[in-house]
């Protein structure tokens, strides 16, 4: 879940997201006039998708073989995820005209989505050799041709794998499993058991993408020490690195023979297409990559460039601190589902190394990857270690009676007389299918022993929060809901080492989802984060677990939740910035913040970081209000509002962010005041709250599936807090409704992000110095409805709005003082505004807002530095016993 993105899951955004058809090529015959369905065309690429498909609708209601109509009826299914109705639609039309270019490119589209790769690139293809001029098909099809090369098999050209030179006298087996624990072996030969702790390494950095990894030997070393320094035995990886990462880590490690950092490697693999894990070609792809992670590891490699992937000349041999490999990734529930079904039965498997009995086909497949790769290195290398396969607790193989399918909950809601879920119901099946490393068998041949990996978070999925047995669970410190999972799926492992893989907890300002102990996903300060990572390593051990690797070491701004992933638009754009709402991008113990060699600004109430250029308004005049201040960096907006010594108001300060004409023309908080703008954002002060509010029809939640989430002209003042939904409601296996959870983020967090002051708050966002009247404010981008603030992008879906955003050429501002009310609301308790800037008319109305702009940027600033949480873990880890609780 927490892994590196899903290659085609990122392709297919960028795909839907560039590749509105661009109607060069009409459906439709040389004049012939459609004017409804022109508008139609006009509507959908404006966003409103609703309104085009009425009129598709009707066109094809009057006209059964109109294939304009079906084309675009096949595109609107796209655009809404209904890949078989558009595949109808698109058929429906090549077959009134076979060699309709908007009916080939949308069925391609289709083909794409579904995996089918080698059938999109035959559309494609075949569209080309009709309109060879057709740019976007051919930037289509090179696109389509990436992914499918990214999953066929073999070598790529100028692959060498250097031949082993004399091979040991005994094989190499640097660790090995034990009945429930492993034992690591000594320099003097003999075996040492272990709980093992490690910690996973995404190497990301700001405006990188996955695959785009450091080369600095300087920055892993730093790394490597901070986490032998932290208490980590192993580093955990997912993929293959550049050569430098393996040079160091050699490098470190000899200078250090009786304490080395261990390493646990990955093979990483994209789901196949049609989802067919047992197509040649994907098993192949995935094999060679398995060849390739075993021979660099033993320093006798030499991998060319391949788009997506490290490469270079690997001869660090650093096999003998390799101690265990986990294969694979997070599978999809649905995509095992879908193989499963399409393979039935029960199987076995007898091999050298594994053996199995009563499996499904998906373990059986990954018992014979698993054969694979044990035999490929014994035979080559003659060395092996552990393996195990990634499992995360969706597919766990336990049954969960909480966890209603989505069969099973629709049944629930019409018995209840429930409304449908808003939006549908798009997360996983969580409890529909299993896969269990208990029914695999160590083969003849394996010294080294399997074992069972999950990457098991404490707050997802909903079954973790809601099983009354679970619920029950306690340690010495009081309920522990997590133990409770944690003990029932060690319980069922009962014959192999159980290696939490994955865990631990955000610093975010956001909670995307919530946990009973209030171990939630995000919504953490690095104080939290670095206790509550403690105590679920604590709980990892008290539940007689292997071991487990904390997520993460670092934080990767190119990583999306659930929560925010539609609004981070253009998709591939942020890796650029920093969401500092969205939990995925902060689960490290290393920051990367951003801004160099700091933030723009720290807040303090001090300002010191500013500068008369800063200034966007001041008085001249007498008032409360001195003067406002703006700047901003990869991350936040940030405000320095001056007033009077001992001044008692509050304050407003408002914002245009897009399209003048549009918004509210009333300020908010009852004053009555207008302004000659639209507005879509307010900051309230009054001294001791901070509060952001959005106006109404901009707020996400609130519109979220009207799928027109943009600013409309009113005349209200219609303010409010911005909403965000982390838990739907749900409906057991029993019928029992769990209500969703909505919460109001509009409440800005007091505190200094001063890392020197002993009161320092890393989710602070307001500091007032009531001696000098200083108050400094800081807002994340995502509050503004900023989409990437590299390219100033806002949320803009409908009429008006570009693939859902549209460019801002900045905000423009105003402030109003006024007597508050006292209450949480912080409205004014009279109308009349004490001071306007700039100041109001007599007509009431504030004209002139100025502007505050900021440069685009196509590489991020940024800079780094340990958070408190990693301090907590250095001192902690040592108190956690290095020898298993379960032998």
């Not at 995935?286 to 060849?291: D, L, N, S, V, Y």
Request: hydrophobic share 35%.
């Amino acid at each position: 879940m927490r892994s590196f993105p899903h290659r085609f899951v990122l392709l297919s955004v960028i795909l839907l997201s560039l590749l509105v058809p661009s109607l060069a090529w009409k459906s439709a015959p040389a004049g012939e006039a459609v004017p409804s369905l022109s508008t139609a065309w006009k509507l959908y690429r404006a966003g409103e998708i609703y309104r085009a498909r009425e009129i598709f609708e009707k066109a094809l209601e009057k006209s059964p073989d109109n294939v304009e109509a079906l084309n675009g009826l096949g595109y609107v299914a796209l655009r809404e995820g209904d890949l078989e109705g558009a595949a109808g639609y698109f058929g429906r039309a090549l077959r009134l005209r076979p060699a309709d270019r908007d009916g080939l490119f949308g069925m391609a589209l289709v083909a794409y989505r579904k995996g089918k790769l080698s059938e999109a690139v035959s559309l494609l293809e075949k569209i080309l050799v009709e309109h060879p001029g057709d740019g976007e098909a051919r930037e289509t099809l090179e696109r389509v041709k990436r992914a499918l090369a990214s999953v066929r098999g073999g070598e790529v050209e100028g692959e060498v794998h250097l031949p082993p030179g004399k091979l040991p006298e005994k094989v190499q087996m640097p660790m090995r499993v034990r009945r429930r624990f492993f034992e690591i072996r000594q320099p003097d030969g003999s075996w040492r058991p272990v709980f093992l702790k490690a910690v996973n390494l995404g190497a990301a950095l700001p405006g990188r993408f996955p695959s785009q990894f450091p080369e600095d030997p300087s920055l892993y070393r730093y790394w490597f020490e901070k986490m032998k320094e932290c208490g980590f035995h192993a580093v955990r990886v997912y993929t293959i690195f550049p050569p430098v990462f393996y040079d160091e880590l050699k490098k470190f490690n000899e200078e250090r023979p009786g304490d080395p950092l261990y390493l646990i490697h990955g093979v990483w693999a994209e789901p196949p297409p049609d989802n067919d894990f047992s197509s040649p070609d994907y098993v192949e792809s995935f094999r060679a990559e398995m060849r390739r992670v075993v021979d660099l590891l033993h320093g006798a490699l030499d991998l060319p460039p391949r788009p997506g992937h490290a490469h270079g000349s690997y001869r660090a041999d650093v096999s003998r601190w390799w101690i265990a490999t986990i294969l694979g990734r997070e599978w999809e529930p649905d995509v095992v589902q879908d193989y499963l079904s399409s393979h039935p039965g029960e199987f076995s498997f007898e091999g050298r190394f594994v053996r199995g009995e009563n499996l499904n086909a998906m373990e059986k497949w990954l018992a014979g990857q698993t054969e694979y790769f044990l035999a490929y290195e014994f035979d080559r290398w003659k060395a092996t270690r552990p393996i195990a396969w990634t499992n995360w607790p969706t597919l766990d193989p336990l049954f969960h009676p909480t966890e209603s399918t989505k069969e099973e909950e629709e049944e629930w809601r019409i018995k209840l007389g429930l409304p449908p879920e808003p939006g549908g119901v798009r997360e996983y099946d969580n409890d529909a299918v299993g896969l269990d490393m208990e029914k695999f068998r160590e083969g003849e041949e394996n010294r080294a022993g399997l074992f069972a990996s999950y990457h098991a978070y404490p707050y997802y999925p909903d079954f973790m929060n809601y099983d009354p047995v679970y619920l029950r669970a306690r340690d010495e410190e009081g309920p522990n809901a997590y133990l409770g999972y944690l003990r029932d799926l060690a319980s069922h492992h009962r014959s192999h080492p159980l290696f939490i893989a994955e865990f631990g907890v955000p610093t975010s300002r956001e909670i995307a989802h919530f946990q009973p102990q209030g171990w939630t996903h995000g919504g953490h300060s690095e104080v939290d984060q670095g206790r509550i990572d403690l105590k679920l390593f604590r709980t990892i051990y008290e539940a007689g677990c292997a071991g487990g690797s904390l997520f993460a070491w670092i934080d990767e701004w190119f990583k999306h939740n659930w929560l925010v992933i539609d609004y981070h638009i253009p998709f591939e754009r942020n890796r650029l910035w920093h969401d500092r709402q969205d939990a995925e991008q902060n689960y490290g113990l290393v920051a990367y913040r951003a801004g160099n060699p700091g933030p723009a600004a720290v807040i303090d109430g001090k300002g010191e970081e500013w500068a008369p250029r800063d200034v966007i308004l001041s008085s001249s005049g007498e008032g409360p209000v001195r003067s406002l201040s703006i700047r901003s960096d990869e991350s936040d907006l940030y405000l320095l509002l001056k007033l009077n010594p001992g001044a008692n108001v509050g304050v407003a300060v408002v914002f245009d962010v897009v399209a003048p004409d549009l918004g509210e023309f009333r300020f908010p908080a009852g004053i009555r005041l207008s302004s000659e703008v639209g507005l879509e954002a307010a900051l309230l002060f009054d001294g001791e709250r901070a509060r952001f509010l959005i106006s109404r029809s901009y707020d996400r939640q609130r519109n979220r599936f009207r799928r027109e989430i943009r600013p409309r002209r009113s005349l209200a003042g219609d303010f409010v807090p911005p909403l965000m939904k982390p838990q739907r409601r749900r409906i057991t296996r029993k019928g029992e409704v769990i209500p969703e959870r909505v919460l109001d983020v509009s409440y800005l967090r007091e505190g200094t992000t001063d890392r020197n002051s002993p009161d320092y708050d890393d989710r602070a966002e307001w500091f007032f110095n009531q001696d000098t009247g200083t108050a400094e404010f800081r807002i994340p981008w995502g509050m503004f409805n900023v989409t990437d603030p590299s390219s100033r992008s806002v949320l803009f879906e409908g009429r008006g709005g570009d693939g859902g955003v549209r460019k801002t050429e900045g905000f423009r501002v105003a402030v109003a003082a006024y007597v508050p009310d006292g209450s949480g609301e912080m409205r004014a308790s009279s109308p009349a505004a004490l001071q306007t800037l700039p100041p109001a008319g007599e007509d009431g109305v504030v004209r002139n807002l100025p502007l505050y702009s900021w440069e685009e940027w196509e590489e991020p600033d940024y800079h780094s530095f340990l958070k408190r949480s990693w301090f907590i873990l250095r001192d902690g880890l040592r108190e956690i016993p290095d020898s298993p609780l379960v032998k």
